[in-house]
């Protein structure tokens, strides 16, 4: 190749500009340099270069992001939430600059602890409350504590929510799946003599919708006891009923440290935030304690402290008070338009909390092509597997991201692609 000065003059332009070029290929490999010689072209092997990717244009993602699924954009404030952020990086920026703690940010435990105290009954320190990027990822956490307290069976509820039973069967845990009835699980099939964990959600079933009774719930709590065994509560989206006040959670019962509570605030705020909870035992939360150094936070460090300045400011409580009516007008609007337009194919349980309703849906469809021809229309259908046969399939219909003007327009819609 020609000389550093050589090419500098050829080309016009500064022998640093050169030299930088050929320093480049060198670390590269594309040359060699031999001393007192000069630089070499190298024998670089493969010399095909791979077709540019075809990637598609901002514009079309956007539009892609836009036209998923229908949502309602005034069921959430995000301007109170962007206050709360500015917050956040005007006042605590120096926070940012250290990682999280893999327990979670102690001032959104301190706040969640005051929260489940009013509104759920449940009495815990800070101490007890691990953090995490959903649910399933603090059953993992929950999984890895159940080895260390040498625990390696779990019963589920049947039906249940399959996510979480999922991760207890990838952990290689024992599962026994436990049928419900209208009172909860059935008790009386639990495992004896062995230490365990149930897994339940008993105020709000899924997806049956129904509510263990204060008197299972003891017998539920007196099991867990005589066994030397847990409960994990999953009381996902326990604040939003409908009819009367919320159901108080198990957790709020158990005089004897039992009961290991789940919570998230996906279901209140918005979908996207991801920012769930668990509140351990003591004995439990010893036993993270030891091993939480190994793990890294998965939540971001900002939105854990956006969500405590949110809740600290009284947001969080307004906005639930705010879900709680309007989810309300859309669960009734929903359900009479069902029944005005899926009438003889379409039955409706589950209508009295939460952000969506069961449906059992006669159709010839097989069941992910009637999801798929929902979501054509920006609806979202979740199958539930473990209802569903040939002739009547089982879905969550996700009611809460339609807005209320639009309800009997798009029901109507969907009815004419399942039907």
């Not at 509104?119 to 815990?124: E, P």
Request: net charge neutral; proline share 4%; hydrophobic share 35%.
């Amino acid at each position: 190749m020609p000389s550093i000065r050589r090419l500098s003059a050829d080309l016009g332009v500064s022998v640093t500009t050169v030299d930088a070029a050929y320093s480049q290929l060198l670390v590269e490999g594309y040359v060699n340099s031999i001393p007192k010689s000069g630089y070499y072209v190298s024998d670089v092997y493969g010399q095909n270069q791979a077709e540019m990717v075809n990637v598609p244009k901002i514009e079309e993602f956007e539009n892609n992001i836009e036209n998923q699924y229908i949502y309602d954009r005034d069921s959430f404030d995000f301007i109170k939430w962007k206050k709360s952020m500015a917050k956040v990086f005007n006042e605590y920026a120096h926070l940012l600059h250290m990682e999280s703690d893999p327990q979670g940010e102690y001032k959104l435990r301190y706040e969640i602890a005051r929260y489940v105290y009013s509104s759920r009954g449940v009495n815990c320190n800070p101490d007890q409350i691990v953090i995490g990027a959903g649910a399933q990822q603090l059953t993992t956490h929950l999984a890895r504590i159940l080895r260390l307290m040498n625990i390696n069976h779990v019963s589920t509820e049947a039906p249940g929510y399959l996510p979480i039973q999922n991760i207890f069967k990838d952990v290689d845990l024992t599962i026994t799946k436990v049928p419900i009835k209208e009172d909860g699980i059935t008790i009386e099939k639990l495992p004896t003599n062995i230490k365990s964990l149930v897994y339940v959600s008993p105020s709000n079933q899924f997806p049956s919708g129904y509510v263990m009774p204060i008197g299972r719930r003891y017998e539920l709590l007196k099991w867990a006891e005589d066994n030397d065994s847990y409960i994990l509560e999953d009381d996902y989206d326990s604040e939003l009923r409908y009819f009367g006040r919320p159901i108080p959670a198990l957790k709020s019962l158990d005089a004897k440290n039992r009961v290991v509570y789940m919570g998230s605030f996906s279901s209140t705020l918005f979908n996207s935030i991801k920012i769930s909870y668990v509140i351990l035992t003591p004995k439990l939360a010893e036993a993270f304690d030891r091993i939480k150094d190994l793990y890294s936070q998965t939540c971001s460090k900002s939105e854990q402290l956006c969500l405590a300045f949110f809740m600290e400011d009284g947001h969080y409580y307004r906005n639930i008070k705010k879900c709680r009516r309007l989810f309300s007008l859309k669960l009734n609007e929903a359900v009479a338009s069902l029944e005005k337009y899926g009438a003889g194919f379409v039955n409706i349980t589950n209508t009295k909390s939460g952000i969506n309703i069961t449906l059992g849906i006669k159709s010839e469809q097989e069941l992910g092509e009637l999801i798929e021809n929902a979501k054509s229309i920006g609806v979202l259908l979740r199958p539930i597997y473990e209802l569903s046969n040939k002739e009547t399939k089982m879905v969550s219909f996700y009611y809460n991201r339609i807005p209320i003007n639009n309800m009997e327009e798009t029901v109507k819609k969907l009815i004419d692609k399942i039907g």
